[in-house]
């Protein structure tokens, strides 16, 4: 059974930072690209960042220079590294695998920016 458990969300000030996580199981982590995705109120989810199995990554150009992910095949997680938090990155962030043509979520993290 997939899981995917994300943590690290809160409230932070404009300007601030916040490291989310995403931890996996029941998947082989170490050759699942992995995403992290966010859906504000009223507002479709998008796609924020991915990255591949050899560590190449993708961004949001809304995000590009302020958020870092990366993953730790070790631990069997992910993470998203947030600087520079806005008042419009306020969202639910969701961690999401595709793993054998199924895909899967997380139960997402609140981060609010308060301005």
């Known amino acids: 059974q997939v899981q995917l458990v994300e943590s690290g969300g809160g409230l932070v000030q404009a300007g601030g930072s916040l490291r989310l996580s995403c931890a996996a199981s029941?998947?082989?982590?170490?050759?699942?690209?992995m995403y992290w995705y966010r859906q504000a109120p009223g507002k479709q989810r998008e796609l924020v960042a991915g990255i591949t199995t050899g560590g190449s990554t993708n961004y949001a150009n809304s995000v590009k220079g302020r958020f870092t992910i990366s993953r730790d095949n070790a631990k069997n997680t992910v993470y998203l590294q947030m600087n520079s938090l806005k008042p419009e990155d306020t969202a639910v962030y969701y961690c999401n695998v595709i793993y054998r043509i199924n895909s899967y979520w997380g139960q997402g993290t609140q981060v609010t920016v308060s301005s």
């Open positions: 029941g998947i082989i982590f170490s050759i699942n690209a």
